[in-house]
């Protein structure tokens, strides 16, 4: 049960948003990380062959006129200006490119002197005359040296590269494949949301279609839906085509019952009748006649009840013209005579009072409410019926000061075979659940609230 409980706390098109989110920043995120690793690898092995290369290139083009002569030239210096460019991401052209004055080199003889220099390295030794790859650091900062020893010139040619040069590619590299994800992820939401939108269209148009369905239309389903929700579809078909089964036998039964009952009634009926001549004045035959009397008045009351039950629920439309209010309230009134006798009665309807409605079941509300009001309230008190024009509607209010009902009560009112207090015996339980069915069919309301200083008010609104 829990696990049911939960399930309904989120929403299955934002979890699959999340997910599918969820899975391309990760994927996004392994692609960038294993791609800035493997970028790191082969920067540092393209500058360290563009070192390798430059010593090679300064082999073939240098001579040593110093062996051959005997005299040790002066060193000769290559001046690198500085660019004034800080990062490849400013402008730079064929006179000031970018980080020229971070490359560096320096040609040496056999015994140590130094032959050729650029003028941004220093006269000191960049690193230690031994074949390959080193790291130093000079001034605070940190070069990537290449030092190589020509047998042929009997020279030690060493090419320098300051790391701050392969570091910033690096950050580029890194930043680009940070900016990326930020810029393609929340596009990517945007069009998953959109597609998961389009998605779940038919299923937004099911669930409209279920809400908009009257509550007695249990026809089947046969909206076109995607290929997954036809199942549902089908189950559903199946559930509403067994609920109307059910129902359809349920008032078959309550209608076959109703008219068998109407017979045995009347025989009952015309038999208690036909004893109260034969007994004379004996009063202990009048009280079991009486017993009878009454037992067939509430059985006959209650197959009324289920025959009107029966004629409501098959009622798929009605016949609504404007009528008059007040005629309908004296009608109902007229009906129940003389059981209404014994009340004070307050009317508050204007006679122009116009009310759209089926006239025949709207009498048949007021009549069930007006009884009930008689009913559950003691006799000479008054019972007070008013009707009003309000927004889109007419509102009528039936009260009384009868022994009224707790809020558990009213909740439980409109059930069918509800009854207040089961013990009494009074009525069917199937009035209240009559109105509210007539009234919704009417597009209306039906409502109960406990009045000041006890008693009911029982409000039905009609749309107009």
Same mark, same amino acid.
């Not at 393209?46 to 082999?59: N, R, Y």
């Not at 809400?211 to 026809?219: E, K």
């Given at each position: 049960m829990t696990r049911f409980i939960g399930m309904q706390r989120y929403s299955l098109r934002w979890l699959l948003t999340l997910l599918m989110l969820a899975g391309i920043v990760l994927s996004v995120g392994i692609s960038s990380g294993l791609s800035i690793r493997d970028?790191?690898? *082969?920067?540092? !092995?393209?500058?360290?062959?563009?070192?390798? #290369?430059? @010593?090679?290139?300064?082999? +073939?083009?240098?001579?040593?006129?110093?062996?051959?002569?005997?005299?040790?030239?002066?060193p000769q210096i290559l001046h690198v200006a500085d660019s004034q460019i800080s990062s490849f991401a400013e402008k730079a052209n064929t006179l000031r490119l970018a980080y020229e004055h971070k490359l560096a080199f320096q040609i040496w003889n056999q015994t140590k002197q130094l032959l050729v220099l650029s003028d941004n390295i220093g006269h000191q030794p960049i690193t230690a005359f031994d074949e390959g790859y080193h790291k130093t650091t000079i001034n605070g900062e940190l070069?990537?040296?290449?030092?190589?020893?020509?047998?042929?010139?009997?020279?030690?040619?060493?090419?320098? *590269?300051?790391? !701050?040069?392969?570091?910033?590619?690096?950050? #580029?590299? @890194?930043?680009?494949?940070? +900016?990326?994800?930020?810029?393609?992820?929340?596009?990517?939401l945007v069009l998953i949301s959109l597609l998961l939108y389009l998605l779940f269209?038919?299923?937004?148009?099911?669930?409209?279609?279920?809400?908009?369905?009257?509550?007695?239309?249990?026809?089947?389903?046969?909206?076109?839906?995607?290929?997954?929700?036809?199942?549902?579809?089908g189950a559903l078909n199946h559930y509403i085509g067994s609920i109307a089964g059910f129902i359809a036998r349920e008032r078959r039964f309550s209608a076959d019952a109703a008219h068998e009952l109407k017979t045995p009634l009347a025989v009952i009926k015309l038999h208690q009748q036909g004893l109260e001549s034969f007994v004379g004045n004996a009063p202990q035959y009048h009280l079991h006649l009486q017993a009878i009397n009454a037992g067939v008045a509430h059985m006959s009351h209650m197959v009324e009840q289920l025959l009107l039950l029966a004629r409501v629920d098959s009622l798929n439309e009605l016949k609504v013209q404007p009528h008059g209010l007040l005629t309908m309230?004296?009608?109902?009134?007229?009906?129940?005579?003389?059981?209404?006798?014994?009340?004070?009665?307050?009317?508050?309807?204007?006679?122009?009072l116009q009310l759209i409605c089926d006239r025949f079941y709207l009498v048949l509300v007021l009549k069930?409410?007006?009884?009930?009001?008689?009913?559950?309230?003691?006799?000479?008190?008054?019972?007070?019926?008013?009707?009003?024009?309000?927004?889109?509607?007419?509102?009528?209010?039936?009260?009384?000061?009868?022994?009224?009902?707790?809020?558990?009560?009213?909740?439980?009112?409109?059930?069918?075979?509800?009854?207040?207090?089961?013990?009494?015996?009074?009525?069917?339980?199937?009035?209240?659940?009559?109105?509210?069915?007539?009234?919704?069919?009417?597009?209306?309301?039906?409502?109960?609230?406990?009045?000041?200083?006890?008693?009911?008010?029982?409000?039905?609104?009609?749309?107009?």
């Open positions: 970028a790191k690898v *082969q920067i540092e !092995e393209l500058f360290d062959a563009q070192m390798l #290369q430059s @010593v090679k290139i300064l082999e +073939l083009f240098y001579h040593n006129e110093v062996d051959r002569q005997g005299v040790p030239p002066t070069w990537h040296v290449f030092s190589y020893f020509s047998t042929k010139e009997h020279v030690w040619i060493m090419t320098a *590269q300051q790391d !701050e040069v392969r570091q910033e590619l690096i950050s #580029q590299m @890194v930043r680009n494949s940070i +900016l990326v994800p930020l810029l393609v992820v929340p596009l990517t269209r038919p299923l937004k148009a099911f669930e409209r279609e279920l809400l908009s369905r009257a509550a007695n239309d249990l026809t089947p389903l046969t909206m076109p839906l995607p290929k997954e929700l036809i199942p549902v579809r309230v004296e009608d109902a009134l007229n009906q129940l005579m003389p059981q209404i006798t014994d009340y004070e009665w307050m009317i508050d309807v204007d006679p122009p069930n409410i007006i009884e009930n009001a008689c009913k559950y309230s003691e006799v000479e008190t008054q019972i007070t019926i008013s009707a009003q024009q309000v927004h889109k509607g007419i509102e009528i209010r039936v009260a009384d000061r009868g022994q009224g009902m707790t809020p558990e009560q009213i909740l439980s009112a409109t059930e069918r075979f509800y009854r207040v207090n089961e013990n009494e015996g009074i009525g069917a339980g199937l009035g209240l659940s009559i109105c509210q069915h007539i009234i919704k069919l009417h597009q209306g309301r039906l409502t109960i609230q406990p009045r000041a200083q006890g008693g009911l008010i029982v409000c039905m609104f009609i749309p107009q």
